[in-house]
C-alpha cells in the first residue's frame, strides 16, 4: 500500500516493540547506563517510572539485549497473583529451576529452592536479575515478597537484582506507608520523560531512515505530531502511520500539516 508508493521497505512506525528503530536519545542512554551500573554494583532495587505509551517495554526489551551471559534474568509482565507461591513458582519456571508448576508446594519448599539457585549462581559469578513490567498493578502483598526475596544475600553481596518497572502510579503507590520499608529499599528510582520537540523529529527521521527512506514529513507537519503526541512514541507511531495512509490515498509526495490533521481526526485525537 502506501509502502511502495513512498519507496519504503516495510512500515516505519509499527507498534509492536522491534529492536532494529529502537531510538535511543541521551536520555534514553543516560537510563541504560544507570541500570547497568545498578547492576555492576549489586544495588538490590531499581524503579523507572513513566507514562503509558512512552515506550517503557521497548526499552526493557533493549535493555534486555544488551545484557551479557553473565546475567540471568526472569521477566514478569503481569503481577497480579493470588499468592505468594504463585510469584516464586513463575520465578523458578523461569529461570528453569522447575519444568513445572507444582500447585502443593509451600512456600518454605520454594523459597529454599529459590535460594539455593541464587547462591549457586552466585558462586558462578553470576548476577540474577528479576524485572515486573507494569508493577503499578502488583498486589501489595506481591511487592512485599519481592522485599522478603531481596533479603537474599553473602556477607558482601546482594544475591539478587530486581527492576520495578511501572506507570506513574508505581511511585505513588511504594510512597504509601504500607509499604515503606521498600521504598527504602529502592536505591536507584528513574524517570522515563516523552521525547521533546528535536527528539520527536530525530525519532521519526530515524525510523524512516531504517525503513528506507528520508524527509517524508515536513518541519510543520512534524512540529504537529509533536504537539498532538505529547512527545510519546507510542501516538507518535499512530500519527505518523496514519498521515503516510492519508498521504498516500490523496497521493500527495511529502507529508504536511494537513495530512496529520486527517490522521489526528481519524484517530480523535
Same mark, same amino acid.
Not at 535493555?63 to 509482565?77: K, S, T
Not at 549462581?121 to 508493577?135: P, R, S
Not at 502488583?138 to 522478603?148: G, K, M, N, Q, T
Given at each position: 500500500?502506501?509502502?511502495?508508493?513512498?519507496?519504503?521497505?516495510?512500515?516505519?512506525?509499527?507498534?509492536?516493540?522491534? $529492536?532494529?528503530?529502537?531510538?535511543?536519545?541521551?536520555? *534514553?542512554?543516560?537510563?541504560?547506563?544507570?541500570?547497568?551500573?545498578?547492576?555492576?554494583?549489586?544495588?538490590?532495587?531499581? $524503579?523507572?517510572?513513566?507514562?503509558?505509551?512512552?515506550?517503557?517495554?521497548?526499552?526493557?526489551?533493549?535493555?534486555? #539485549?544488551?545484557? @551479557?551471559? #553473565?546475567?540471568?534474568?526472569?521477566?514478569? !509482565?503481569?503481577?497480579?497473583?493470588?499468592?505468594?507461591?504463585?510469584?516464586?513458582?513463575?520465578?523458578?519456571?523461569?529461570?528453569?529451576?522447575?519444568?513445572?508448576?507444582?500447585?502443593?508446594?509451600?512456600?518454605?519448599?520454594?523459597?529454599?529452592?529459590?535460594?539455593?539457585?541464587?547462591?549457586?549462581?552466585?558462586?558462578?559469578?553470576?548476577?540474577?536479575?528479576?524485572?515486573?513490567?507494569?508493577?503499578?498493578?502488583?498486589?501489595?502483598?506481591?511487592?512485599?515478597?519481592?522485599?522478603?526475596?531481596? @533479603?537474599?544475600?553473602?556477607?558482601?553481596?546482594?544475591?539478587?537484582?530486581?527492576?520495578?518497572?511501572?506507570?506513574?502510579?508505581?511511585?505513588?503507590?511504594?510512597?504509601?506507608?504500607?509499604?515503606?520499608?521498600? =521504598?527504602?529499599?529502592?536505591?536507584?528510582?528513574?524517570?522515563?520523560?516523552?521525547?521533546?520537540?528535536?527528539?520527536? =523529529?530525530?525519532? *521519526?527521521?530515524?525510523?524512516?531512515?531504517?525503513?528506507?527512506?528520508?524527509?517524508? !514529513?515536513?518541519?510543520?507537519? *512534524?512540529?504537529? *505530531?509533536?504537539?498532538?503526541?505529547?512527545?510519546?512514541?507510542?501516538?507518535? #507511531?499512530?500519527?505518523?502511520?496514519?498521515?503516510?495512509?492519508?498521504?498516500?490515498?490523496?497521493?500527495?509526495?511529502?507529508?504536511?500539516?494537513?495530512?496529520?490533521?486527517?490522521?489526528?481526526?481519524?484517530?480523535?485525537?
Amino acid at each position: 500500500m502506501y509502502e511502495a508508493f513512498y519507496g519504503l521497505k516495510e512500515n516505519p512506525f509499527k507498534l509492536s516493540p522491534d $529492536m532494529e528503530y529502537f531510538f535511543v536519545t541521551p536520555k *534514553i542512554k543516560s537510563l541504560l547506563d544507570l541500570l547497568h551500573y545498578g547492576l555492576k554494583q549489586n544495588v538490590g532495587f531499581m $524503579m523507572i517510572t513513566g507514562e503509558v505509551g512512552v515506550g517503557k517495554t521497548s526499552f526493557l526489551r533493549y535493555f534486555l #539485549n544488551q545484557l @551479557n551471559h #553473565n546475567v540471568e534474568r526472569a521477566y514478569l !509482565f503481569n503481577p497480579t497473583f493470588r499468592s505468594s507461591e504463585d510469584l516464586l513458582s513463575f520465578f523458578l519456571l523461569d529461570l528453569k529451576v522447575i519444568d513445572k508448576i507444582d500447585p502443593f508446594a509451600s512456600k518454605s519448599i520454594l523459597l529454599q529452592k529459590m535460594y539455593n539457585y541464587l547462591l549457586s549462581q552466585y558462586e558462578k559469578g553470576k548476577k540474577v536479575l528479576f524485572i515486573i513490567d507494569d508493577a503499578q498493578a502488583a498486589p501489595d502483598f506481591i511487592l512485599e515478597e519481592l522485599r522478603l526475596i531481596s @533479603n537474599f544475600e553473602t556477607n558482601k553481596d546482594k544475591l539478587i537484582q530486581i527492576l520495578l518497572v511501572g506507570q506513574p502510579e508505581l511511585r505513588q503507590k511504594i510512597e504509601s506507608p504500607s509499604l515503606r520499608q521498600l =521504598a527504602q529499599r529502592i536505591a536507584i528510582k528513574a524517570k522515563m520523560e516523552p521525547l521533546n520537540r528535536e527528539e520527536t =523529529a530525530d525519532y *521519526i527521521s530515524y525510523r524512516l531512515l531504517k525503513a528506507g527512506q528520508t524527509n517524508l !514529513f515536513d518541519k510543520k507537519a *512534524i512540529k504537529l *505530531i509533536h504537539k498532538a503526541s505529547k512527545g510519546l512514541p507510542r501516538l507518535i #507511531n499512530l500519527i505518523s502511520e496514519r498521515a503516510l495512509i492519508a498521504g498516500y490515498v490523496y497521493t500527495k509526495p511529502k507529508i504536511g500539516k494537513k495530512e496529520v490533521k486527517m490522521a489526528l481526526k481519524d484517530l480523535e485525537i
